[in-house]
């Protein structure tokens, strides 16, 4: 499976921004996927999952609603749609994705396969 993120930008406080993951390759035996990010100088971070069948939803507290994850099967896309940005939102935001659930959305460890980064910068 190959993932491609795109979707970053520079975006003011307050604004939005809607990232988006391709997958390729071997797209029926994604299990769930997920979205990362990680800031200079800090580890990364989970920010959402969803469920590639059932499409339910996980989120970190620190972005509970403002981000919706969502995910188009037909595409083999998901997106990451962020409101309301934060300065502290800034970071580079990977998506990735399992084959087999390993009993945590929340843990990098639960994913197989990574995407290159996406820059989201967002101003004061």
């Known amino acids: 499976v190959q993932l491609q993120a795109f979707g970053g930008g520079l975006v003011q406080a307050g604004g939005s921004l809607r990232l988006s993951c391709a997958a390729s390759g071997r797209t029926s035996s994604i299990s769930n996927m997920g979205w990362f990010r990680q800031a200079p100088g800090k580890e990364r971070e989970f920010v959402a999952a969803i469920g590639w069948s059932g499409g339910s939803t996980y989120y970190a507290d620190s972005v509970k609603g403002r981000f919706t994850i969502s995910r188009d099967r037909a595409e083999n896309t998901v997106h990451l749609q962020m409101n309301s940005l934060k300065p502290e939102d800034t970071a580079v935001y990977c998506c990735?994705?399992?084959?087999?659930?390993?009993?945590?959305?929340?843990?990098?460890?639960?994913?197989?396969?990574w995407g290159q980064g996406t820059q989201v910068t967002v101003s004061s």
């Open positions: 990735a994705a399992d084959r087999i659930y390993r009993g945590s959305y929340y843990s990098v460890h639960e994913y197989e396969y």
